[in-house]
């Protein structure tokens, strides 16, 4: 079974990866700190190796999300990455297009959209 695994963050103290940024994380000594990171690589390199890892991509800040919705055929975009309570993340698609409006134009496309809020989220690109 594959599974999405959520990492949850504040966004006033976004940054990747979210540990080192949050105030509990920043009053760790530097020691405390690395040790976390080499925990981390580890993880993924362990994922890696036996095939358990998918993928794993940190998401670009919250304020950076939209929503699209249809209603009565009219597609309506709206800023943030929150729908309501009720809903349950229930899908992921991965794509690569050119432009945010190309990424509009495929949530839109998607059934959901009709029913529920199809969130966008840009995957952050590390330097």
Avoid: C
């Avoid at 981390?40 to 670009?60: C, F, I, R, Y």
């Amino acid at each position: 079974m594959k599974y999405l695994l959520l990492i949850h963050s504040n966004p006033e103290t976004w940054g990747h990866p979210s540990f080192l940024h949050t105030k509990a994380g920043k009053a760790l000594p530097e020691s405390a700190r690395q040790a976390l990171s080499d925990q981390l690589e580890k993880l993924l390199a362990e994922l890696a190796e036996n095939g358990e890892l998918v993928v794993a991509e940190p998401l670009d800040a919250p304020e950076k999300t939209k929503v699209v919705r249809i209603r009565k055929g009219v597609r309506a975009t709206t800023d943030g990455p929150y729908s309501e309570a009720k809903e349950q993340l229930a899908g992921v698609f991965i794509v690569d297009v050119a432009t945010p409006e190309r990424a509009e134009e495929i949530a839109a496309r998607i059934p959901e959209a009709q029913f529920v809020g199809v969130e966008l989220r840009p995957i952050s690109v590390f330097d």
